[in-house]
């Protein structure tokens, strides 16, 4: 045993080392600099300044961090929902096989492969109030008289970039939910039907508590990602207008790129750590006791 051991340890060593390199030595650093004045402009003096980064992003008049906050809540919320729902509905419609499943399937799944910032490019041009493929199929229905400024507009902005993120997540909960799905036995669908249940009953008997530990790690790993997925409002807005659609991870790399102050782009991504370990405490924590109760 302890030459298996030692054998299996020496084989771990290499992925040991990059974990150290690559993930947890930049987590480290950038914990670090969260309390140091780190600004490009100025390098002569990176000393700590205890929790002086935070109050800066906080108090700053030209980014109200209170409406930073709740834009963040509003982007994940709304389009984990949608998400979720809609890639669920998906996963059970194409549970059965159908004639043209696989090319249907590849169609539904391609957008998961594309990469978000393109996809907001994409999603900006049909969005556009001047040229817009949108304005222009709502103006020929009739639903609108004049094009609307979807990505112009503080009203429509965080509207328009959670409808093209609920569109580029959508396939992660189909991929995922449609293989826990088939992997329900049908015995029990066949003894729920002989019992009277209804397809209701059925999903929420059988489907849902069968597919549950599958709900719990897709609904918890999404939420990170969505949390810390700017790509589509910088494809789409670049957190504007007015920063109606800035979130907590585009203030980051604003405050990285635009201003350079490394030091208050650690602290908001410190604040974005400490958020998303709170969220996954709280809701494994929920989790595990409905299961218990179950």
């Known amino acids: 045993m302890r030459k298996n051991f030692w054998k299996f ?49 906080i108090t700053d008049r030209n980014f109200d961090f209170v409406r930073i906050l709740i834009n963040t809540l509003v982007w994940v919320f709304f389009s984990l ?41 994409i999603w900006a041009w049909m969005f556009n109030g001047q040229f817009g493929i949108i304005n222009d199929i709502l103006v020929r229905v009739g639903i609108i008289s004049n094009p609307i400024g979807f990505l112009s507009d503080p009203k429509f902005a965080m509207m328009s970039v959670i409808i093209a993120n609920v569109w580029y997540g959508i396939p ?48 918890l790993l999404r939420t990170m990602w969505i949390m810390n997925f700017p790509e589509i409002i910088y494809g789409m807005t670049g957190g504007g207008p007015a920063n109606s659609t800035q979130i907590l991870a585009t203030h980051m790399i604003n405050r990285i790129y635009q201003f350079y102050d490394y030091g208050q782009g650690a602290a908001i991504g410190f604040i974005i750590m400490s958020m998303l370990l709170l969220y996954a405490i709280v809701f494994l924590n929920i989790s595990s006791r409905k299961e218990v109760t179950v």
Not at 15 to 44: C, E, H, K
Not at 87 to 115: D, E
Not at 173 to 202: C, H, T, W
């Open 9 to 57: 340890f020496i084989m771990m060593i290499p992925a040991f080392i990059l974990l150290i390199v690559f993930t947890y030595t930049p987590i480290i650093r950038g914990g670090v600099m969260a309390f140091q004045r780190y600004n490009m402009f100025d390098l002569s003096d990176t000393g700590f300044i205890g929790f002086g980064n935070f109050k800066a992003i």
């Open 81 to 121: 929902i949608f998400q979720f729902g809609l890639g669920f509905g998906l996963a059970l419609l194409m549970r059965k096989p159908f004639k043209g499943r696989g090319i249907y399937s590849s169609l539904v799944f391609y957008p998961w492969a594309v990469s978000g910032f393109a996809i907001g490019l």
């Open 172 to 219: 992660y909960f189909a991929i995922m939910l449609l293989a826990a799905l088939q992997s329900v036995p049908n015995e029990l669908y066949e003894a729920s039907r002989i019992d009277g249940a209804n397809r209701f009953k059925q999903l929420f008997k059988i489907t849902i508590p069968y597919i549950r530990p599958t709900i719990v790690s897709t609904v």
